[in-house]
T-cell receptor, first 111, second 115 residues
Framework: ELKVEQNPLFLSMQEGKNYTIYCNYSTTSDRLYWYRQDPGKSLESLFVLLSNGAVKQEGRLMASLDTKARLSTLHITAAVHDLSATYFCAGLTGTASKLTFGTGTRLQVTL | GAVVSQHPSRVICKSGTSVKIECRSLDFQATTMFWYRQFPKKSLMLMATSNEGSKATYEQGVEKDKFLINHASLTLSTLTVTSAHPEDSSFYIC???????????FGDGTRLSIL
């Protein structure tokens, strides 16, 4: 059974700073997703990572995948207040294509 | 892009009421739909997976008689919370996928509050 852990659970950072959110998973995952969730809202898809060494970037966010280490990272560059949200990683496994979500990282970017 | 509509967005009702939540794929055929539950400040927990025309597969610990799932067509799945109680209050989110390993597209969620 796939288990997905994220750290940190909560991250408060100042605008302009850089930081990384880590996502560790326990067994082989077919692909790794990153999502953003704003308070009271559903999920917004950010990235899907398909293979070892995959790197994707959108604006100030960059996601990477190391399948050998079973680790994905979401790097935030020069954070801005609008990035404040909860970020989830999720691994996809099995023929049923089930997603297993990480614990989530609540990011708060302060002015 | 693919759109999933979930309705209603918010429900407030008395204890003992049954509540039905609809999840529709608007511009694609969803062979598989998923139902998640999310408590405040927690992650999403998969409740069940439903495939069109067959019985839903429930995750361990989810009462299938409590949470009735129907996936009668390729564009509609419903979740009925039967005889709801305050502990069933939660944020329920559906997602839909066209084929195996295709991305899941999420609905906007339903906030259920049982008084």
């Amino acid at each position: 059974e796939l288990k997905v852990e994220q750290n940190p659970l909560f991250l408060s950072m100042q605008e302009g700073k850089n930081y990384t959110i880590y996502c560790n998973y326990s067994t082989t995952s077919d692909r790794l997703y990153w999502y953003r969730q704003d308070p009271g809202k559903s999920l917004e898809s950010l990235f899907v990572l398909l293979s070892n060494g995959a790197v994707k970037q959108e604006g100030r966010l960059m996601a990477s995948l190391d399948t050998k280490a079973r680790l994905s990272t979401l790097h935030i560059t020069a954070a801005v207040h609008d990035l404040s949200a909860t970020y989830f990683c999720a691994g996809l496994t099995g023929t049923a294509s089930k997603l297993t979500f990480g614990t989530g990282t609540r990011l708060q970017v302060t002015l | 892009g693919a759109v999933v509509s979930q309705h209603p967005s918010r429900v407030i009702c008395k204890s003992g009421t049954s509540v039905k939540i609809e999840c529709r794929s608007l511009d694609f055929q969803a062979t598989t739909m998923f139902w998640y539950r999310q408590f405040p400040k927690k992650s999403l927990m998969l409740m069940a997976t439903s495939n069109e025309g067959s019985k839903a597969t429930y995750e361990q610990g989810v009462e299938k008689d409590k949470f009735l799932i129907n996936h009668a067509s390729l564009t509609l799945s419903t979740l009925t919370v039967t005889s709801a109680h305050p502990e069933d209050s939660s944020f329920y989110i559906c997602s839909a996928s066209g084929r195996a390993n295709q991305p899941q597209h999420f609905g906007d969620g339903t906030r259920l509050s049982i008084l």
